[in-house]
């Protein structure tokens, strides 16, 4: 290794200089490190730098280094550009970098490793991994009906109590649905605080509401730790798991040697205790800003960070080294200006000591840039059109390169100024990706493509069902089923295609009937042992099964894997009669095969086109959302559709009335992938929780929410069982509401356009509107009208500040062969089906003739 090769040299390799602060924490090697990062002030490349230089400089070893982010989406930036970093460094020292064995991820996927890591147990034994459940699995898993009776009956309550128990009043009928979603939110909260069931047990009165959840959630706690039923955990439970772990082994505090901690003000009670447990040397790295933390709905606790010195020196016993991170390279100036004057004008002291505050109030963020020109316009009104039509303008005259950089952020997309706003961009010919406005399921890709499913499979008869949501419902069964219906009959291909799945769906039935009748003639039992000798002939000479069934029953390949099980000393259990008759009635494709094959076609096919050809995104990403619904529904109930499973409308009962009914009953606010993608040729329409993170040249915002009066009752709950003390509960409502439009406001980069709206009445003092109407008056912001936007400059490329390493063999090899695919599954990240790399580029880029042996023998015999 060149002896002159140093930090500075990388830096100047990539046109990086760090300011003063960000050298100074890059280089910081000993000791707790506190850096309070603002918006935009390059808390990602301080991160990557400072690993890097553990790493390189000073030989720390990869998997001695645990570094956790907030989301998936950004644990993968993070290792991408690690790894992009590390390969700059090996072209100097000769030296390959393997993060493989490194805890590099969010910190759930830390404490599967935890779990299941040798280093973590005596003579290298160790746990098996926990399948983890997402909250969408979580859902499903207590709804089950035997799950969630044996809930009820721990508790001894009713549905409909637990429904007046957190609505406080007694409603008129049982909700299952609310039910289920406030007990899982508060089991979670419940296992994220570590809770001793049994001291709130004895705190609480019996015949109060919170004894019979309690109760419910002792229970599942029980079901989960069942290991001979379910090999599963909920991400909560997870993270109590891994404590544990790391508590009962003595010599856990010298596996790292090094903690980073990305947006530690997201981080919950069971994650700081997990931290300092592992922190035995006393390095531990945090990076936040408490004034864009918004997830206390989760259970993170903004004072795990707030205060974080003091509980360094309670739990490590030294003293904290603070860095301020406190340029902006993101916003102009005045941008900057305007949130850090909106986020002062809360009274957040402590009893009115401004050397004590619930926030970190001398974070002093200062803006790298210059330019001092108007960045922060207001509109009133006719506000909605004004602002529509300047989006049209700007982009008509080229000031933005693409409409994705123009974003429009909400802090909920239901109420009707949200809607109004994208019906008016809409009207003026722009096109707009906003996956939180109203019910995903509702959108034309999804409406389109399980319309084709409703025609295939048929629809249940839900007759019988009635109320609000089930007959909201029933009428998008009937609408989607029609347009699926219209879409068929628009391509002759597509409908001989359909009629074949047809046909095939019934053969299996026939085939599964007709098995069954020599069952029940011999006197078996379906769950009776498989005997080859005396059974298999008779099961392939049951009247009118077909050719396929047959030979799967008679197939040489059953009767070696049948013998292997049955063999003396086998581990294996011996196969039942079901078994071998789902195998032979089972279809060779999937509903996600079944997808994949649709986008074959002519109408599909387009959507991928527009992304290809003409820069239009939107369709393609709610094409590969739809993928992850269909995934997830295999991944809950099977990946198999087999004969037994469809029968007697099983299949579509599942699918149609219980998992797309929820999820349409959910809509998309909790349970939308946080890490969608933001489409290209579209006008961005976001919540501000789903900006987080993000930064646009042009941004809108809707400066108004419900001010909240009361503080969550999860909260109160908390607060009293664990007998803790935090943010007032009569102020954290109003806290968090201006932390959301902080983050808003922090995310333009170029421009800042704010409605000024009638402020509403609010209990304790100003009204958020009033604070925005206010700082826009205080900075003398400019009316839209008034605005000129030819002097508006944007830059069609900004680099980032991760590089993205790309692989010979996984990027450029794939791209060679298949252009199509590669922008399918490396770029928009759909999940490939079983069967898809043996079909994949066929079907996007030739009719179904070059896909199914029906179609290519039909058009050889018309040749």
């Not at 069971?270 to 936040?288: D, R, W």
């Not at 069967?835 to 030739?846: D, P």
Request: glycine content about 4%; proline content about 3%; some cysteine.
């Amino acid at each position: 290794m060149n002896n002159n090769f140093s930090l500075e040299t990388l830096w100047k390799e990539v046109a990086f200089t760090p300011n003063k602060s960000q050298e100074q924490a890059i280089k910081h090697i000993e000791g707790a490190l506190y850096l309070t990062a603002g918006p935009g002030s390059g808390k990602t490349r301080v991160l990557l730098w400072r690993t890097l230089n553990l790493i390189v400089f000073h030989e720390i070893k990869p998997d001695e280094i645990l570094l956790t982010t907030f989301t998936e989406k950004a644990a993968h930036q993070l290792k991408e550009g690690l790894q992009s970093l590390l390969g700059l460094a090996s072209n100097h020292t000769g030296k390959q970098y393997d993060l493989a064995s490194m805890y590099i991820g969010t910190v759930h996927s830390a404490c599967n490793r935890i779990i299941g890591d040798r280093r973590f147990f005596k003579n290298r034994s160790r746990n098996k991994p926990v399948k983890t459940i997402d909250q969408l699995e979580q859902y499903f898993f207590i709804k089950r009906h035997s799950i969630w009776n044996r809930l009820l009956l721990a508790g001894d309550i009713e549905t409909i109590e637990l429904n007046a128990y957190f609505q406080k009043k007694t409603p008129s009928f049982p909700n299952k649905h609310k039910a289920i979603l406030e007990c899982t939110a508060l089991f979670n909260r419940f296992s994220e605080e570590r809770l001793d069931i049994e001291d709130a047990l004895n705190k609480t009165d019996e015949d109060d509401g919170l004894f019979a959840i309690l109760k419910m959630y002792q229970e599942y706690r029980n079901i989960l730790v069942e290991d001979t039923l379910f090999d599963q955990s909920d991400l909560s439970l997870i993270q109590d798991k891994a404590l544990q772990v790391v508590d009962n082994f003595e010599g856990a505090t010298k596996i790292f040697k090094y903690i980073i901690v990305d947006e530690y003000q997201d981080t919950n009670s069971i994650q700081e205790q997990l931290y300092f447990a592992l922190a035995g040397n006393k390095n531990i790295c945090v990076v936040g800003d408490d004034d864009q933390a918004l997830y206390r709905f989760r259970g993170s606790t903004v004072e795990n960070f707030v205060e974080f010195p003091t509980r360094v020196k309670q739990h490590l016993e030294v003293e904290t080294t603070k860095i301020p991170l406190s340029i902006n390279y993101r916003s102009r100036k005045k941008i900057v200006d305007f949130y850090s004057s909106f986020i002062k004008q809360e009274d957040w002291t402590k009893d009115g000591d401004v050397n004590s505050q619930y926030r970190v109030h001398d974070k002093g963020i200062n803006a790298f840039s210059t330019d001092s020109g108007t960045s922060v316009i207001s509109v009133q009104d006719d506000w909605i059109d004004q602002t529509a039509q300047f989006c049209k303008d700007l982009i008509n005259n080229k000031t933005v390169s693409d409409a994705n950089q123009i974003a429009f952020l909400f802090p909920s997309l239901t109420n009707t100024d949200a809607q109004r706003t994208i019906k008016a961009l809409r009207d003026n010919g722009l096109n707009v990706y906003a996956p939180r406005a109203g019910r995903f399921l509702e959108g034309q890709e999804a409406s389109e493509l399980f319309g084709v499913f409703a025609n295939i499979f048929g629809t249940p008869d839900v007759s019988e069902f009635s109320g609000f949501e089930f007959n909201k419902y029933k009428a998008w069964l009937k609408e989607i089923n029609n347009t699926g219906k219209e879409i068929i009959s628009q391509d002759s291909d597509l409908s001989k295609f359909v009629n074949h799945k047809r046909v095939e769906l019934e053969k299996v039935t026939k085939d599964f009937e007709a098995l069954l009748r020599v069952v029940e003639k011999n006197n078996w039992e379906l769950d009776q042992e498989f005997d080859l000798n005396l059974m298999r002939r008779k099961l392939a000479e049951a009247t009118n099964l077909s050719d396929g069934a047959r030979n799967a029953i008679l197939s040489p390949y059953l009767a070696r894997i049948v013998n292997e099980r049955f063999k003396e000393g086998s581990d294996q259990t011996p196969f039942k009669i079901s078994q071998i008759i789902n195998r032979a009635t089972s279809l060779d494709w999937s509903i996600l095969d079944l997808f994949y094959q649709l986008t074959g076609f002519t109408h599909f096919k387009h959507y991928f086109d527009l992304a290809q050809n003409e820069g239009n995104e939107a369709p393609i990403c709610n094409l590969s959302k739809i993928v992850e619904y269909i995934t997830k529904f295999m991944e809950i109930y099977s990946s198999i559709l087999s004969a037994s499973f469809l029968r007697e409308d099983g299949f579509i009962r599942l699918f149609f009335s219980s998992y797309l009914y929820t999820i349409y009953r959910m809509g998309e606010s909790d349970y939308e992938n946080e890490d969608d993608p933001f489409p290209k040729g579209n006008i961005q329409v976001l919540t501000i929780h789903q900006s987080k993170g993000l930064e646009f040249p042009v941004v809108f915002m809707y400066p108004k929410r419900r001010e909240f009066l009361e503080a969550d009752k999860k909260e109160v709950i908390i607060r009293n069982l664990k007998e803790i003390e935090g943010e007032p509960l009569d102020k954290i409502g109003r806290f968090d509401l201006m932390r959301i439009f902080y983050v808003g406001l922090s995310r333009a980069e170029k421009l800042l356009i704010l409605p000024k709206l009638k402020p509403v009445k609010a209990r304790k003092g100003n009204c958020t509107i009033s604070y925005i109407n206010s700082t826009l008056e205080s900075t003398g912001a400019l009316d839209m009208q008034s605005y000129d936007a030819s002097t508006l400059n944007i830059n069609e490329f900004k680099e980032s500040a991760l590089s993205k390493p790309y692989s010979y063999t996984a990027d450029y090899l794939a791209y060679d062969r298949c252009p199509r695919q590669y922008m399918i599954f490396r770029k928009y990240g759909f999940i490939p089906s079983r069967s898809q790399t043996m079909f994949f580029g066929s079907l996007v880029h030739n009719t179904i003739e070059d896909l199914h042996e029906l179609l290519i023998s039909k058009r050889e015999q018309k040749a």
